[in-house]
């Protein structure tokens, strides 16, 4: 197997990984210009979508790829290590003086890390169909890009409400599509094997998406909205994660 081929599919993976997060942030920060009692019902829409492409799409992908005990196994897991990290983010993560402004950037990190750990499952996916049906992985790659873009968004909002420079989610971006550019170079190499462990850690990205999003996210956008603006937005969010998923 050709060095190079290896190469072109961890690059493709990377740009396929990076460029719906990265379009997504770049909203975002377009998004937070908007008056500032309608941002948290942007912030609600975006967590309704990711909360759409959770349950609609990735917790049935995980459960036909290695069955409901290792996904739950892996939500579990999941929630568990965030929950872990959010208590640690809060003693050794300090970058600046504003203790909201410092809980957002915490919920950024947080929700990039639970990002690039689902990319990384779905990079050997692409990279498996680079190697063995190219037309599948045409169709697989312009639906990754598609999905990115709300998970970028909802990446983007926490970095951007906390006053970080534009340049940070484009960095934030490569940094999370790394995952995708790892998994699908292996996919090229190996294929997809062991689908047990990819269920389990598709289980942990959703468990960790679950608390950032909910706990880390929209509870504080629900508080300063007020419920039923919060709600609206959270639904309005969930239509729109309908309507990507049925145009893929």
Known sequence: MQVAGIVLAGAFGLLVGGSGIGAGGLLAYGIVHARRPMI??????????IAAFIWLE???????TGGLFMTLIGVLAGYALARKMDRLSHRVFIMTNNPG??????????????VGLHNFPTGMALGSSLMGTPQIARHLSFAMVIHSVPEGLALGLPLALSKVRPSAILITAVMVAVPTGLGAGLGYVFGIVFPSILSFMLG?????IIYVTFFEILSP?????GARRGA?????????????????
């Open 204 to 208: 942990v990205a959703i468990g960790t």
């Open 58 to 64: 990735i917790f049935p992908e995980s459960i036909r």
């Open 40 to 49: 948290p019902v942007f912030v609600s829409a975006g967590t309704g979508t």
């Open 101 to 114: 402004q410092e809980r957002l950037l915490q919920s950024g990190m947080l929700l990039a890390f639970a």
């Open 232 to 248: 609206i937005g959270f639904l309005c969010g969930w239509a729109l994660g309908l309507f990507m998923i049925s145009i893929l």
């Open 221 to 225: 956008a629900w508080k300063e909205s």
